[in-house]
């Protein structure tokens, strides 16, 4: 009796080390080979094994096997549905077999090449859900007995280790895999496309600045790639297995702002409902990138200078210090040397961001880029649509040439994008593309007109040409003008423009 329950706590010992192995080991094939082990020894068979069934050839072969002929047996495949084991892997039941001789669906031909002599067998499937994987056999006890239904129970419990190291494997695999693929399709769409002298000197700045932890502060345009030129400091340097965190600083009110970047505690305030983990702590060993800096108001600025100075934040609601290793990348496309004299940032945090400074250059100054930029657009464009034969046409090329693209790179790609939609797709044509030349066609003033009269002849026309190149869109030939949508809707209907 005391044998008895010393064995079943070596089982049960046993099987809880396995269960560590399955969901810790990612070494699959001698995770396997630790199962069968402990499984023969469990149970005392002079041999085991388990097969996998490949299911493009409908054969199982000999994935892991014990015992004397161990690496001969590996030579050998099963067809499914022969013998023990492929009866096993096309049923999805298990067998027990005491007695081999008297077995008629025993195939005995590889116990006999081996020269080796079997008696009993046991074989219970491997399962994935409702798909059958492969088997787990032992042939023989040791002592010569035959094997006993309370060892198919034990061999079954094993058999589902093994099923769930296998799927866990695959798991593992698929995620892997999938990390990879998305690593390579994130690295093609942010991808900085050009050839220009100014756009080789920023890229060769960046390159410079990647490897150090130094903060840099990217200044340009809205559009001009201030994101991409961050993402390639990021993965050209020594952060780049961890994580590059993007906050758009424009897009939240301060409150708001400072929960994204530092979190909260449960009940820090009234709906937070559980901790929330902030922006910096996120981007721990990597880095922060933080877009328009220069809209952060004031009272965050300072809050945002504790943390660049100490290295430590608290979460809101919280009173433990959190330290953090931040690498801080920010972008404005303000002057923002002005906004520190005219009071509205920070001078130490200016300095603080600003120990390298890289300046995007607007597409207007490397238009010798723009042909480029536009087959790599349309590529992407023509592979989600499915357009292998789209083109661009050399007169839509010229046109591109001819403007002056206010909204930059990002302007461009819309501009493509809209060209394919609304296309023939075929070859996209000057017509496709919605883009305007800004180039005034102001007649000119005339001699006899009073100063109001030349202002309203000035004021209609210049109304005209931003509604024209906007295509209509009062919101944004207003920001273009600087003037507030409201008072623009007023002149349109002053000057009878509302048919633009």
Known sequence: MTIKVESMHNSIDRLKEISNWV?????????????????????????????????????????????????????YEVPLGQGIAGHVAQEGTPLLIPDVRTEPRWYKDISEALDYQTRSIACVPMKLGAQTIGVVQIIDKKDGSAI?????????????????????????AKVKQENEDLKEELGHKY???????????????????????????VLGESGTGKELLARLIHRAGPRKEKPMVVLNCAALPESLLEDELFGHEKG??????GRKIGKFELADGGTIFLDEIGEMNVGMQAKLLRVLQEGVFYRIGGNTPISVDVRVISATNRNIQKE??????????????????????????????????????????????????????????????NYEWPGNVRELSNALERAVVMGNSEEILPEDLPIHSMKATFPGLQVGLTLQEALNVFKKEFISMNLDYTGGNRSKAAKIMDIQRTYLSRLISKYDLSHL
Do not use: C, W
């Open 340 to 401: 520190v004299e005219d009071g509205n940032f920070r001078e130490d945090l200016f300095y603080r961001l600003n120990v390298v400074q890289v300046q995007m250059p607007s597409l207007r100054e490397r238009m010798e880029d723009v042909p480029l930029l536009a087959e790599y657009f349309v590529d992407q464009f023509k592979k989600e649509r499915g357009l292998p034969n789209l083109k661009i046409s050399k007169k839509a090329v010229e046109k591109m040439l």
């Open 191 to 217: 991808q900085i496309i050009g050839e220009s002298k100014a756009l080789k000197k920023v890229l060769t700045d960046a390159f410079k600045v990647a490897n150090s932890k130094t903060s840099v502060l």
């Open 23 to 75: 969901t810790s080991v990612h070494d699959l094939d001698r995770l396997l080979e630790l199962i069968i082990e402990t499984a023969a020894k469990m149970i005392d068979a002079h041999a085991g094994s388990l097969m996998l069934l490949d299911h493009k050839t409908k054969r199982l072969y000999f994935k892991v096997a014990t015992g004397e002929k161990a690496k001969e047996v590996k030579a």
């Open 148 to 172: 006993q239904p309370s060892d198919m129970n034990l061999l079954e419990v094993y058999a589902d280790l093994a099923a769930k190291a296998i799927g866990n494997a695959q798991d593992i």
């Open 268 to 273: 820090a305030y009234t709906g937070a409902l």
